[in-house]
């Protein structure tokens, strides 16, 4: 596991995370069951 200096780096490595990875990788049933990456791409196709 990562190990943080301070709590203000633990909570913007959480923050990174769930903003930035989870967010854009989750899939969300208002896409169809598709992840925002995944919806953006198809309608760029």
Known sequence: G????TREEMKSAV???????????RRHSANGGLSP?????RDLA
Do not use: G
């Open 37 to 41: 990456v995944q919806f953006e791409e």
């Open 15 to 25: 923050f990174e995370y769930i903003e930035i990875d989870y967010n854009r990788h």
């Open 2 to 5: 990562e190990r943080f200096n």
